[in-house]
């Protein structure tokens, strides 16, 4: 069945680095852009950024980007998000999705920057 | 940048009711526009896409409209199982906006 599986969150001090995975399975995973959605504790979904299928188009929300590298391997069937500088606001779980269809989302993976 | 307004930002409302969510773009956007629901604990789940095409499997009591600016979400007949947030989404280009979410709660 499809699964969207992130991993790589944790605890981390302001201004480390964190890598975000997702792991594809039960999809052709090269055939769909994807993003990253995150949810801070309590609070509404927020677009962090989006890759094309391909590889060759990324889009990053104002709030990180230069600080946010969205990448992705076909290969591996594996979506990736490397994070930067993170600030205390960075604080959310992170969601990889398929952008709009179908619409598959992984469980999410916790980042606490404190 | 283009912003996406939703209103309200919550509603209590009986089962049966008729219920309305809007959200407005500060810019034309078409009809490149979704809307989520989240119930609590969950993981979104799309419901409408392209303003007014109901995704396979959601109910037939969702309804979507609007182009433009102007967008709505509706819910023909209010079921318990549908007390969640509900988001709207430009996604036609960067940056890929939600509204803030309507919460929808049973009277």
């Known amino acids: 069945q499809v699964q969207l599986v992130e991993s790589g969150g944790g605890l981390v001090k302001p201004a480390g680095s964190l890598r975000l995975s997702c792991a594809a399975s039960?999809?052709?995973?090269?055939?769909?852009?994807m993003n990253w959605i995150r949810q801070a504790p309590g609070k509404g979904l927020e677009w962090v950024s989006y890759?094309?299928?391909?590889?060759?188009?990324?889009e990053y929300a104002a709030s990180v980007k230069g600080r946010f590298t969205i990448s992705r391997d076909n290969a591996k069937n594996s979506l990736f998000l490397q994070m930067n500088t993170l600030r205390a606001e960075d604080t959310a779980v992170y969601y990889c999705?398929?952008?709009?269809?179908?619409?598959?989302w992984g469980q999410g993976t916790l980042v606490a920057v404190t | 940048d283009i912003q996406m307004t939703q209103s309200p930002s919550s509603l209590s409302a009986s089962v049966g009711d008729r219920v309305a969510i809007t959200c407005r773009a500060s810019?034309?956007?078409?009809?490149?526009l979704a809307w989520y629901q989240q119930k609590p604990g969950k993981v979104p789940k799309l419901l409408i896409y392209?303003?007014?095409t109901l995704q396979s499997g959601v109910p037939s009591r969702f309804s979507g409209s609007g182009s433009g600016t102007d967008f709505t979400l509706t819910i023909s007949s209010l079921q318990p199982e549908d007390v969640a947030t509900y988001y709207c989404?430009?996604?036609?280009?960067?940056?890929?906006?939600f509204g803030q979410g309507t919460k929808v709660e049973i009277k």
């Open positions: 989404q430009k996604y036609n280009s960067a940056p890929r906006t």
């Open positions: 810019q034309g956007i078409s009809n490149y």
């Open positions: 392209a303003a007014s």
């Open positions: 039960g999809f052709t995973f090269s055939d769909y852009d």
């Open positions: 890759i094309s299928r391909s590889g060759r188009t990324m």
């Open positions: 999705a398929t952008a709009l269809q179908p619409d598959f």
